[in-house]
Nanobody, 127 residues
Framework: QVQLVESGGGLVQAGGSLRLSCAAS????????MGWFRQAPGKEREHVAA????????YYADSVKGRFTISRDNAKNTVYLQMNSLKPEDTAVYYC????????????????????WGQGTQVTVSS
């Protein structure tokens, strides 16, 4: 089982940037796709970004495409989410999770295909 700990959240003004980190322990993440999801109050958890095991493919929600960048460092067992041009609607708790070794873009966007989850980190964007 992989344990995941997210960090890097906080309060930022609209237009600002944050970099989230997801540190894994217990097992290497090199055989997992990794995903970032978010959940705002009263809303369902939604896909934000995913990256396959070797970083060859990345997948983004339309709402963050061009503003967010997912990356991974398997040597450090860590996944990152660089968030630029933040908007108030990006306010949510952000979670990272381990996903399948192989899968389609649709697979990588579905949270039910992801197994181990972190506790989340709060991102608040003020207008």
């Amino acid at each position: 089982q992989v344990q995941l700990v997210e960090s890097g959240g906080g309060l930022v003004q609209a237009g600002g940037s944050l970099r989230l980190s997801c540190a894994a322990s217990g097992r290497t993440i090199s055989t997992y796709a990794m995903g970032w999801f978010r959940q705002a109050p009263g809303k369902e958890r939604e896909h934000v970004a995913a990256i396959n095991f070797n970083a060859y493919n990345t997948y983004y929600a339309d709402s963050v495409k061009g503003r967010f960048t997912i990356s991974r460092d398997n040597a450090k067992n860590t996944v990152y989410l660089q968030m630029n041009s933040l908007k108030p609607e990006d306010t949510a708790v952000y979670y990272c999770a381990t996903g399948p070794l192989f899968g389609t873009a649709a697979t990588m966007r579905q949270f039910s295909n992801f197994d181990s989850w972190g506790q989340g980190t709060q991102v608040t964007v003020s207008s």
